[in-house]
């Protein structure tokens, strides 16, 4: 199942600045999905990070993953109109920068869900490969 930015703002609140995920798709329902964000120049975090070496932050990097994240939880009867909130960020490594231009892939798996608690490994890359990692703890309200 892919998702466009309609049915992702039918999903989660995010709005523009803040979402950061263009098409989401679920590849195993409650499990695992590939999220995609096409970062351009006209990202307003450009403007400041870095003006003359535009890099877009690692925590919004991890955003984006969570983003993916909340849309693979939030996907089902029952849970439109919630939230899920960042419960953690644990191990998070950036390895390579993300700069205007290029397609970041996100591939997200949940390993553990207990009622409203989730925790999902999040892997974020370009094609110059694995740009960032991380777990994420979730608090679905």
Same mark, same amino acid.
């Given at each position: ?10 999903? /989660? +609140?995010? $709005? ?9 798709? /679920? /590849? ?16 307003? @975090? @450009? ?6 070496? +535009?890099?877009? +932050? ?5 955003? *984006?993953? *969570? ?12 849970? $439109?109109?919630?939230?899920?909130? @960042? ?7 950036? $390895? ?8 970041? $892939? ?9 009622? +409203?608690? *989730? ?12 740009? *960032?990692?991380?777990?994420?703890? @979730?608090? /679905?309200?």
């Amino acid at each position: 199942m892919v998702l466009g930015i309609k049915e992702i703002m039918e999903i /989660i +609140p995010h $709005r523009q600045p803040m979402l950061l995920v263009d098409r989401v798709e /679920i /590849i195993e329902e409650d499990k695992k999905a590939v999220g995609y964000k096409g970062v351009t120049y006209n990202e307003p @975090f @450009f403007a400041g990070h870095f003006p003359t070496e +535009p890099v877009m +932050p690692g925590v919004l990097i991890m955003e *984006a993953m *969570a983003q993916v994240t909340a849309v693979l939880l939030l996907n089902k009867e029952g849970m $439109r109109g919630k939230v899920g909130y @960042f419960g953690g960020i644990n191990k998070a490594k950036f $390895r390579k920068k993300v700069t205007p231009g290029v397609v970041l $892939r996100m591939e997200i798996e949940v390993i553990k869900q207990k009622g +409203p608690v *989730a925790v999902a490994v999040g892997k974020a890359y370009t094609d110059e490969g694995l740009a *960032a990692q991380g777990e994420m703890t @979730f608090m /679905i309200g």
